[in-house]
Structure formats: structure tokens, C-alpha cells
């Protein structure tokens, strides 16, 4: 599986790029608690901290998908790229496993595991060997 659509590889990276800048880094960095709220999180009283690390978030998610545009252009670290977003992939699936087993998150984020899965399958089959 790995590879087998190598030749789309840029325009996976497009894709990719757009997705996360769009679905989470600047939502996050914009608006972290209505995404949380949206994703069925509690939000507390308290909102200065969690503001602060949802932006965070959001400011690194936003790194990753602009660097998917740059990477594009130095194909020799494509798959420096692609190693890392396989591993951050395997993160998140870890993190909600662990957040599922603890019934520490919203269902929503449970439900989340099957796409870091299907990500990381996805992301494998345009893996530029």
C-alpha cells in the first residue's frame, strides 16, 4: 500500500494543507472555545487557559498545513513530511484511545479515531517512497 499513489503526492499535500488549516488550525486559533463547543466540550468558567492552548493548537495544526504548500516545492523532503505527519497521526489516535478508555472526551472525539486511521491510511498510499 505504501506509495501506490506516489504520482499525486503534491496534490495530496495541497489537499492536506487545506484541510487542516480549514477544519482545525485557523478554527482554533480564531475561535477555540466556539470549536469546542462544536465538538461537544465542556468549556469552563475559567477561559483564559484553555483559550490560550486552543490557539496554540491551532497556530501549530496551521504550521503543518502551510509547510504541506513549502514541502511541495523540495521534493527531497517530502518524505521528512510525510514521516512526520504519519507519526502525529499515530499521536492522535493514541490520545483518543486513551480519551475514550478514560471517558475523558465528548463522543465526538471518540468518533475521531476512525479518521486519524483513515488519515494515516490515506497518507501512506501517497507516502513518496
Same mark, same amino acid.
Given at each position: 500500500?505504501?506509495?501506490i499513489?506516489?504520482?499525486?503526492a503534491e496534490?495530496?499535500? +495541497?489537499?492536506a494543507g487545506?484541510? &487542516?488549516?480549514?477544519? !482545525?488550525g *485557523?478554527? $482554533?486559533?480564531f475561535?477555540?472555545?466556539?470549536?469546542?463547543?462544536?465538538?461537544?466540550?465542556v468549556?469552563?468558567q475559567t477561559q483564559e487557559?484553555v483559550?490560550?492552548?486552543?490557539?496554540?493548537?491551532?497556530?501549530f495544526?496551521?504550521?503543518?498545513g502551510i509547510?504541506?504548500?513549502?514541502? +511541495?516545492q523540495t521534493?527531497?523532503? &517530502?518524505?521528512f513530511y !510525510?514521516? *512526520?505527519i $504519519?507519526?502525529l497521526?499515530?499521536?492522535?489516535?493514541?490520545?483518543?484511545v486513551?480519551?475514550?478508555?478514560?471517558?475523558a472526551?465528548?463522543i465526538?472525539e471518540?468518533?475521531?479515531i476512525?479518521?486519524?486511521?483513515?488519515l494515516?491510511?490515506?497518507t501512506?498510499?501517497?507516502y513518496p517512497?
Amino acid at each position: 500500500m505504501v506509495g501506490i499513489w506516489k504520482p499525486y503526492a503534491e496534490i495530496y499535500l +495541497i489537499v492536506a494543507g487545506v484541510l &487542516m488549516l480549514l477544519t !482545525f488550525g *485557523l478554527p $482554533l486559533i480564531f475561535a477555540p472555545l466556539r470549536w469546542a463547543r462544536l465538538f461537544q466540550w465542556v468549556v469552563p468558567q475559567t477561559q483564559e487557559l484553555v483559550t490560550f492552548l486552543g490557539r496554540s493548537l491551532g497556530i501549530f495544526i496551521s504550521v503543518m498545513g502551510i509547510f504541506a504548500f513549502i514541502v +511541495i516545492q523540495t521534493p527531497a523532503a &517530502m518524505p521528512f513530511y !510525510f514521516d *512526520l505527519i $504519519l507519526v502525529l497521526f499515530g499521536g492522535m489516535i493514541l490520545l483518543h484511545v486513551y480519551g475514550a478508555i478514560r471517558k475523558a472526551q465528548p463522543i465526538t472525539e471518540t468518533f475521531e479515531i476512525l479518521l486519524w486511521v483513515l488519515l494515516g491510511l490515506v497518507t501512506l498510499g501517497f507516502y513518496p517512497l
